[in-house]
């Protein structure tokens, strides 16, 4: 099959590709950056492509700089702070107290958001704000227990524990990570 016929067939669902790639060239030195910044644009321009100048420029990693959901600060790697902001708000969405399904469904819901988002971002330094995710998750799913079980004496946290929750198939941000890292080495 031509690429053409691939990119009418999938435009035709509404698909859309993005117009051009992100790139990003790392280099020991100022000259060399500006050396390799020359020569992607001669590239770009031999194919009839421009650069984004507004998204362009030669940096140092120590200032740091966001590329593709991350941030890059140093020898750090994190998710860029819209990229968090956008999995809390796909998180209480689905956490909702009100929400009129049962809390093993609730879960059901979120697992995919979770190990979706965990994986991508796994590759980063990432262990102390995956912990606080959890414990985040894990208190939004505490209150709809509360919710729903308030007429049973109540659940709070102590008698609603971790292990409850794997118990009920909770995917953890940690364990997505823990199992990433033994993957890398």
Request: hydrophobic letters at 45%; a positive charge; proline letters at 4%.
């Amino acid at each position: 099959m031509s690429g053409d016929v691939h990119v009418r067939f999938c435009e035709s669902w509404g698909v859309r590709f993005p117009p051009a790639t992100h790139l990003v060239v790392l280099t020991e030195s100022r000259v060399e950056a500006q050396a390799a910044d020359a020569f992607v644009r001669g590239i770009l321009a031999d194919i009839g492509l421009e650069v984004a100048e507004a998204k362009t420029g030669v940096k140092r990693v120590a200032e740091g700089f966001e590329f593709l959901g991350f941030t890059f600060q140093g020898r750090f790697l994190r998710p860029r702070p819209r990229a968090l902001a956008d999995f809390k708000d796909r998180v209480r969405e689905r956490t909702r107290r009100k929400a009129p399904v049962s809390l093993r469904r609730m879960i059901e819901e979120l697992n995919p958001v979770i190990r979706g988002w965990g994986n991508y971002f796994a590759v980063g330094d990432v262990a102390y704000l995956f912990r606080a995710l959890d414990k985040w998750i894990r208190m939004r799913l505490r209150s709809k227990a509360r919710k729903r079980f308030k007429s049973k004496g109540g659940i709070d946290n102590q008698r609603w524990p971790i292990r409850a929750f794997d118990e009920l198939g909770l995917v953890r941000l940690m364990r997505l990570a823990h199992a990433r890292s033994f993957s890398l080495v």
